[in-house]
């Protein structure tokens, strides 16, 4: 196997251990982005395992003097020679500089919506929290406290009172 592709699996396979998929999944909320974390999930397995067998593998190595002694040595130095002058290219990465400003760009949104997000979910836990203490409390509760919680409201009903309106 060439050094290229050994680098490329062993990249891939270290990738995969420091993937905390589970992590990432607890944060999926919906149930469409459940499958298509699935789908993401098992697609990476796949190509990670198809990096892992095809490239894992050293070549056997080719017996030159077993073919000297069938066909003959000349011939088979001819192609050893052959064999041997053959250069694989190096893989030159020209998708990643592509696509990197546009990944980084991704993950800058990703950031300022995962705090939008919990300072959302922190209002909404206070306002939870509010309202099962309203509720606990309503039964016993008097206009006056609820009043002084909400002094909004007590605006808007001593201005009807007083403009005598009613609500009819």
Same mark, same amino acid.
């Given at each position: 196997?060439?050094?290229?592709?050994k680098?490329v699996?062993d990249?891939?396979?270290?990738?995969?251990?420091?993937?905390?998929?589970?992590?990432m999944?607890?944060m999926?909320?919906?149930?469409?982005?459940?499958?298509?974390?699935?789908?993401?999930?098992?697609?990476?397995?796949?190509?990670?395992?198809?990096?892992?067998?095809?490239?894992?593998?050293?070549?056997?190595?080719?017996?030159?003097?077993?073919?000297?002694?069938?066909?003959?040595?000349?011939?088979?130095?001819?192609?050893?020679?052959?064999?041997?002058?053959?250069?694989?290219?190096?893989?030159?990465?020209?998708?990643?500089?592509?696509?990197?400003?546009?990944?980084? &760009?991704?993950?800058? @949104?990703?950031?300022? %919506? #995962?705090?939008?997000? *919990? $300072? !959302? &979910?922190?209002?909404l @836990?206070?306002?939870? %929290? #509010?309202?099962?203490? *309203? $509720? !606990?409390?309503?039964?016993?509760?008097?206009?006056?406290?609820y009043?002084?919680?909400?002094? !909004?409201l007590k605006?808007?009903?001593?201005?009807?009172?007083?403009?005598?309106?009613?609500?009819?």
């Open positions: 196997m060439s050094g290229a592709g680098k699996a990249v891939a396979f270290k990738a995969s251990k420091s993937i905390n998929w589970d992590g999944a607890k999926i909320v919906s149930e469409e982005a459940r499958r298509e974390f699935a789908t993401l999930r098992r697609a990476f397995d796949e190509v990670n395992t198809t990096l892992q067998t095809k490239f894992s593998q050293e070549p056997e190595p080719i017996d030159w003097e077993y073919y000297r002694k069938g066909i003959g040595s000349r011939l088979v130095d001819m192609y050893k020679e052959a064999y041997e002058s053959v250069e694989i290219p190096k893989y030159v990465d020209k998708v990643t500089p592509e696509y990197k400003p546009k990944f980084d &760009s991704l993950l800058v @949104e990703l950031k300022e %919506a #995962e705090q939008k997000s *919990l $300072k !959302e &979910s922190e209002r @836990e206070k306002e939870i %929290a #509010e309202v099962r203490e *309203l $509720k !606990e409390k309503l039964s016993t509760m008097t206009a006056d406290e009043f002084a919680k909400h002094p !909004e605006k808007k009903f001593d201005d009807e009172i007083r403009n005598d309106y009613w609500g009819y």
